[in-house]
């Protein structure tokens, strides 16, 4: 690891997890904001959170062969809820954000399935998860090692 922003930072991480905090409050389904979580990751290439995001998954007992068809949901047939579909559809063109400049079409689509209260704090989660993914990406945390 390059540096352990956790130590160099604190007050820095204590904040993004309020923010963390916040969306375990605000109503979201847990699992839907895990696997949005996870599908970011993926998109970012964070081992650390990859892995984290997964065994949270795994704990709340989400089936492996919808983890393992996360990157892929949209060719996946009904493994996925309609709000998670919409959910990481809307996670994909947040996180690439540079690239589609979130077109009018995507927002229709996520404002079609969730309430604006919903759709703003699932955009303040993929803001968050991105963030955390920047961190672990840039200081070089690693997944955690097996005991």
């Not at 919903?118 to 989660?125: G, K, N, P, Q, R």
């Amino acid at each position: 690891m390059r540096i352990d922003y956790t130590q160099a930072s604190p007050a820095g991480v204590k904040a993004l997890g309020m923010v963390y905090g916040y969306i375990t409050q605000s109503g979201l389904d847990a699992v839907l904001v895990e696997l949005t979580y996870l599908r970011i990751s993926q998109i970012n290439g964070c081992a650390y959170c990859l892995d984290m995001h997964t065994r949270e998954l795994t704990r709340k007992g989400v089936d492996v062969q919808k983890l393992a068809l996360v990157q892929v949901w949209h060719e996946a047939g009904n493994l996925f809820s309609e709000r998670e579909k919409a959910a990481l559809a809307w996670a994909e063109t947040v996180t690439r954000v540079a690239d589609t400049h979130v077109p009018d079409e995507a927002f229709a689509a996520a404002a079609a399935i969730f309430e604006e209260k919903e759709l703003a704090d699932l955009t303040i989660a993929i803001g968050l998860m991105n963030a955390f993914n920047r961190l672990a990406i840039s200081f070089r945390r690693g997944p955690a090692q097996p005991a």
